[in-house]
Each structure stands twice: as C-alpha cells, then as structure tokens.
C-alpha cells in the first residue's frame, strides 16, 4: 500500500519512507491511498488474542512493505510489562454497562501519547534499516505537554536518532515540566519556547521548511522526521485501542457484533480522535464521534458550523494538553471527507495559512456533521465533572477526560441517546493532581500544599496508586535549561546538534 499527500502534490511513498518523512514535501500529511476493511470474523477472532496480537493485525494490513517478523518485533519492544503498568495495555474500564472508560494512560509517562511514542521509534528505526537510509534522524517535537515526554522516553538513547523537545515555557503543568527537565538520555535536548503552543508548533513548521538549515543537515550527515501526530507512524497505533476496545466489549457480551458505539474523545490537535474516525472507516460500528473541547473550541465550532476560524483568543485552561488552535490532524479528515479533492484541501489550507479562516463547502460540512458532534467544557464545568465522577463511581479521572464526560453529559441531554459509549480516558489523574485535588479534597486539607504533597492526599484519600513515572520526580536532577524564543528556535536546534 502507498501513502499520498493530502495536497496531492508529491510523490505517493511506501509507508516506511511515510514514516521516516514525517511530512510529505508540499507541506502535506501523508494518509493510506485506500482504508482495509476488518471483518466480524476480524473482531469475533480477536476477542480471544491480547493487545499486542490485535495491534500486529492492524499494522500488518497498513504497512505492507514490512515483514510480520518486523511488525512483530516492533509491537513486542513498546507493549509490554516493561512499560506499562497494566497487561491489558488499553484496558476498559466499566463504570455502567453502557458507559466504558478506554484507559490510554498506563505507559511510562502516565498519558495516552505512550500508545503511540512507545511504538513510533522502533518503526522509524525498521523503516531506516528498509529504505537504506544512512542518515541519523532528528526529531523535532512540539508539544503542548504530554508529547514531549512521551516522544522523549520512546526516543533516548535509540540509536541512530536524536531528539529535539520544544515546550511553550508557561504552558504546561508543573509535572509536565519536570517530566521534561528531568529527562535523561545521550540524545535528547529540551527547550522551553517564550510563547504558546501554536508559536513552538509554528516554529518547528518553519525549521521543517526552512531548505538552507535542511542542506546544513544533509552535510552533517542528518535528517529531520517528526514525533507529532502529523507522522502517519504516530497516527496508525491510535487506530488500534477503539478497535480492540469494541472486540473487548464484545468479548464481554456488552454488544452483539454490528451493534453501533458512541466514541468521546478529548481533542485538541485531532490526532486521538482521527484515529477513531479510521477505526470507523475500517468497519468499527460507530454512531457518533464526540469531539470534546476545552475553552479553546474552535472545533465545537467547526463542526457545528463549518468554519474553521484562528482569529480568536487563546485560553490557557487546566487542560492544557486542548490548549491548541490549530488542529493539525483535521487536514487529513478534510482529505477523506472531500473525496480526497486534493484541490481543495490545498485551497483550505492555504486561507489557513494566510487569513486563519475558511469554510468548508455544505457537502463536507454535512458530511462531518453526519458522523461528529461537538460541545465544550470550561474549567469550572471540568472540575465539576471529576467531582461527579468521582461521587458517582467512585472513580478518578484526569482534567482531560473531565472535559470528555462534561460534553457527554450534554450529548446524552441533548439527543436522549443511549447506546454504549467508550470514552476515550486520556490520562492518570496524578499528571494534573493539583486540578484533581481542588476537585475531591477538603480545602482544608488543600490548603497552603504544593503539587507533590497534594498528589500524596490524593493517592491516600482514593486509595489509588502514584503512577511510577511521577511519584519521585521533585527529587530527580534538573538537566535541561534552555529557553528560546520563537524565532531563535533553529539556532536553538543549530547549537543543541553542533552546528
Ligand atoms: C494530547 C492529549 C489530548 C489531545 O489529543 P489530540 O490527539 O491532540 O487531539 C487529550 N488529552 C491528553 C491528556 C493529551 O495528552
């Protein structure tokens, strides 16, 4: 199977040289020139295989020119006890019979990015010993948080690939941060970013497209790839979990085969939820996909009207993971709902580009509108939600997936629909605990306590266990420093690679 650009203006490429490109040549994202469809056979038969058997029979029908042999190595070096803390990989949890929650957060960084960064290194390294490719490859990360620790742990010390992490400085959390500063390893380099996410995801688009510094690259022997969800060797692992969640339910006699699911995803660069919308495309029998969004809803407004504006202010709120305006993912939804009109998409982009805005045409708009629904949550409704929650069941959630059940509840108000929902759970509530913790603890036990001695109550008062990545990390070594603005973000690279 090719891959083809979503502008339709470079060459089609096998998916290992998909993978190590990252970013097709005409600024396009790289999609499968057709989608393989899975059988009820495909789903009854996989009730009795485990995650890493589901995984290697999705990969085997999407990168055709590797080997079973390769694939299965690949999935065998991410999934495994080593890194994460549950067998079931992505396990279900029930909190009612027709409410499920799709546990993405039990790798070593405690969010749903490990189920893609644990696997992306070893299948860049397969696709560089396929395609010959002798060059060391540079990875540059932007990330709104959780991306950077987990392309970090999933990179160092690979060999044959240095990593570049860049963070908007004031944007993340507390953990995140030090998850990032903290990071050892031969091959990795952090910086903070003066600005916000779109400025450091804008600044790595630049160094990607910035010829002179890719001949300076050449010479030294090195060639940039990318960890974002832009990568198709990101977004293809994120396919597997809603399929392997559906053959769980099945298996548990929750659904009858042909029995459609409601998928919440929370959202901020599309990535989590295309993956859904893959699943879907493959056979996954889907009603809805619910788009949840933080105050930064340019998505909620995107589909419920069509236009896709930038031009508006940019909040930071305590899912800051959502904090994006610019969803890269969506340009491939825009490819498969416009027919693949290559044309278009290019034209869409463009006004992106220049004026932040366009509007798609009605036959896309009701195409999307078809198969997505889309609301918001603010902070307070958020915080409300992990109260409720846990009141409720009894069981933690993160800010993030707060966000997910809040524009579920008003999905269920809305259309008094139903049907058994899987929500996309996104991350361990440690990883935002001072959010958590403001939720379900006294104030009086809050009061005056830093994020560390509150993720300590909040493991005491649930009775649940601190993720292994963030229990000690106050006391780890600050290793990484730096600073950059915007604009100084190449020499940054330049200076971190010896240039
Ligand atoms: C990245 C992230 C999201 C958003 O996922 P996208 O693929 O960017 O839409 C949601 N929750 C958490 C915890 C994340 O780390």
Redesign the pocket.
Known sequence: MQYQSSRGNSPQVSASQAIINGIAPDGGLYIPEQIPSLSKEDFINWGSLSYQGRAEAVLRRFLTDFTPMEISCCVQAAYNELNFDNAGIAPLAELSPRLHMLELWHGPTS???DMALQILPQLLTTSMRKTGEKSQIVILVAT????GKAALEGFRDVEGTRIVVFYPAQGVSQIQRLQMITQAGENVNVAGVEGNFDDAQNGVKRIFADQDFIALLAQNNLKMSSAN?INWGRLLPQIVYYLSAYADLLQQGRLEYGEEVNIV?????????LGAYYAREMGLPVNRLICAANANNILTDFINSGVYDRNRPFYKTI?P??D?LI?S?LERLLAEVSGRDYRQVNDWMKQLATSGRYEVNEPVRDRIQALFWSDFADDVQTIEAIRKTWDQYQYLV?T?TAVALHVYERYQEKTGDTRTTIIAS??SPFKFGSSVAEAILPEAIRAGKDEFSLIGYLAEWTGYEIPRGIRDLDKLPVLHDTTTSPAEMRNTVARFLNL
């Open positions: 969010a749903f990015k709104s948080g959780d991306t969800s995803v929370p959202t901020g660069n599309f990535g989590n939820i899912s993971s959502m994006i969803s993912n993160d993030h996104t991350a």
